[in-house]
Each structure stands twice: as C-alpha cells, then as structure tokens.
C-alpha cells in the first residue's frame, strides 16, 4: 500500500480518487483535517476496504512512525500542507509549523522506518514529496520558465516554509540515503478546490452576484495545470521516477490572471447566464497583495523527455470541465463553506477594498 499525507485536501483527495479509480492498491490517508480538509470529498470510499482514514497531525512523529510499522507502505506521498499564500501573510506561523516541523518530523518518521526494511523492500522504498513553482520566485516577462536547475529566491512565507521543506527532503536523500523524489507543479485548478483560491472563489462570487476581486492590475502571470493531470504526472514520477531527482510539472499554460477571470464570466455566461448583463460587469480592481509574484512558469520538459508525460487537458477544456463541475456541485462548496471561511473573506477582503 501507499501512505498519503493531505489527502483530504484538494490535491492529495483528487489525487487518492484517481488512484483507486486506477489501482487496487490501498492507501493510508493522514490529515489532520484543518480548514483545508474535508472527509466529505471522500464519500465515495467510505465503505471502500482500500481506503484507511486517519486524522493526524503530520508532526506527531510517534503516530507516524506507529503507522509506517503497521500499515507497511511501499511509498510516503507528502501533500500535506498550508498551502495558501495570502493566510500565509496573515499567519506565517501554521505555515513554519506544518510544512516545516512537520515534514521534519515526517522524515525522521520515514526514515526510521526505512532504515529497518530489507534488501528489495529498502531499496524500492519512495518518499515523494509535492512541492511548488513558487520556490524559485518571480519570473520577469521575457524569462525562461523555470527548470528544475533555477536557483530558489521563495518571496513569501509560504513558499519560503516550502523552500525549506524541499532542503530538508534533499538533506535526508544526500546525508541518509533516504530515497526521494521531488516535484515542483505550477497553479492547479479543478474540482474540489477550497474557494479560498483564484478559480473557484471567482466562481463562487459570480453566482453569489459578489465583486470578483482582482489584486492590483491583474496582469500577474500563472501557467494553470488541471489538478488530473497533475495527479497523472506524480503517478508517473511514482512508478519511474529516480531516487534524488526533481521534476517540474506545468501545463504549458501561462494566462494573465484577468484573462482567467474574464474567460471564467464568459464560460458562465454561456453555461448558467445572468437575467440581465454579464458576470465580467461584477470584476472589481483590489488593493495588490503585498510582495506579489509577477510570473511563474514551469519547464516541464524534462519530466516529458525521461518519463514520458505531458499534460491531457488545454485550458480552454480543463476550464470548461471545473465551471461546469461547480456549477453541478454547489452542495460541496456550501457543505465545506464555515463560519471561520467567512470570517477569512471579510478580513482579506475588506482590507483590500
Ligand atoms: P490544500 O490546502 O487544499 O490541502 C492541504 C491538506 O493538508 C488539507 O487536507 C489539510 O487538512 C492537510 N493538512 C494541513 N496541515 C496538516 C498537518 N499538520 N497534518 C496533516 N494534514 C495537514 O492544499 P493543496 O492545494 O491540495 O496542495 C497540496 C500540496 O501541493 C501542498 O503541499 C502544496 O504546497 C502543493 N502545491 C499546491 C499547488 C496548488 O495550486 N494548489 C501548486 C503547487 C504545489
Ligand atoms: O504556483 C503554485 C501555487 O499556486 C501553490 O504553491 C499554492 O499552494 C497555490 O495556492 C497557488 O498560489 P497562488 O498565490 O498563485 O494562487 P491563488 O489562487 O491564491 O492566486 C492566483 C493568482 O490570482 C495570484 O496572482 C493572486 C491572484 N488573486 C487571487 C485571489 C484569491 C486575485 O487576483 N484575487 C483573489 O481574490
């Protein structure tokens, strides 16, 4: 079996989905259900025997290491984390605490595990660890897109805590042997994504007839990649990856973030259209956010070249399938939408206005 870590959250539940929609090898999945976590995106395994559920905090490193002795996995797939940037410039300290101390106390669980495995099962043993594009700073407008050589320059606290976590991985594969793989993704979008987040929360404020809310002059660039594909591409450096390596994983898809919004109001013009006007009459210019990131842009070549994936999805396809499966899952957003997630908007939100 494989033992996943934040597969309750967006990328790591899409993630143990596709999985068991592939492969009936079970999985542990450990989170500790923060605001970002939700069982409910899981339903559909909850009588399934290949999933296990456990809420655990990944820097309790006895719980872990209690786990890696009785459930015996093949591989750690580390998603947990904080992983927005904005609470990050509100709080930093969740985010030195779990994606820090915890992926600290993750190793030394891993690795203690590790060093008492035998012959194939040591030398076959994988801990992947999902990084960010974010780690390597900001691109200017006529840069290559990063490659998995770029020196790190990580601007905000989130993605120095990621930085940090990427050392600390590197540092246990080159002092202890433990065999990692690293891998570096732009922006993901799709289902399941907590409405915190550029797509679904210009989504969710378009139907609730709320401004959509664009930092500064929205002419920031991301290169978007569909969660999917993204969750194809760490199978992949799962089964053929080699030990110590990273990779980069993008989708070849750099839009400003006002061509997102505005392809966002058309998408919803077209699928669920207002009685009068368009969504685009509801974009509303904000206060920037401090230290923002201009532009991030993978170099997904290599991991095209050695292990033979490319993205599935155009934007264009990928956009259309996320609209159209919020507009069909609106119970999802309003079941995980709490108190604490409204009190979060009016503090983001109205100090920009
Ligand atoms: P998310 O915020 O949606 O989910 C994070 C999950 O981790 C949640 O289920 C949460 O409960 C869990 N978690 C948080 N702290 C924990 C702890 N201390 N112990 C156990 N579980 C804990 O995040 P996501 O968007 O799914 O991102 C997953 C990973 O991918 C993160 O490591 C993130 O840095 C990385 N990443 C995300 C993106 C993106 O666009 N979303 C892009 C690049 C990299
Ligand atoms: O690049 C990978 C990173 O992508 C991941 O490591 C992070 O975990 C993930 O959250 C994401 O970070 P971003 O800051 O790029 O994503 P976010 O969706 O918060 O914002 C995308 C862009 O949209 C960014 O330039 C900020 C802008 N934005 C965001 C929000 C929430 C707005 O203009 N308005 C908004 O309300």
Partial sequence: ?????????????????????????????????????????????????????????????????????????????HFAAESHVDRSLHGPADFVQTN????????????AYWVRLKGAEQENFRFLHISTDEVYGSLAPDAPPFCETTPYAPNSPYAATKAGSDHLVRAYHHSYGLPV??????????????????????????????????????????????????????????????????????GWNEKTNLEVVHTLCALLDRLRPKSSGSYRDQVTFVQDRPGHDRRYAINASKIERELGWRPAHTFETGLEETVRWYLDHSDWVHQIISGDYLKWLETQYAQRA
């Fill in 100 to 111: 820090l101390v915890g992926t600290f106390a993750l190793l030394e669980a891993a690795r």
């Fill in 181 to 250: 793989l690293t891998t570096h993704c732009s922006n993901n979008y799709g289902p399941y994504q907590f409405p915190e987040k550029l797509i679904p929360l210009i989504i969710s404020h378009a139907l609730a007839g709320k401004p959509l809310p664009v930092y500064g002059d929205g002419k920031q660039v991301r290169d978007w990649l569909y969660v999917a594909d993204h969750c194809a591409a760490l199978r992949a450096v799962l089964a053929r990856g080699c030990s110590g390596q990273t990779y980069n994983i993008g």
């Fill in 1 to 77: 079996m494989i033992l996943v870590t934040g597969g309750a959250g967006f990328i790591g539940a899409n993630f143990v989905l596709g999985w068991l929609a592939e492969h009936d090898e079970a999985v542990v999945n450990v989170d500790k259900l923060t605001y970002a976590g939700n069982l409910g995106t899981l339903d559909a395994l909850r009588a399934d025997p290949r999933h296990q559920f456990v809420k655990a905090d990944i820097a309790d490193a006895a719980i872990l290491q209690n786990l890696l002795v009785k459930y015996r996995p093949r591989a750690v797939l």
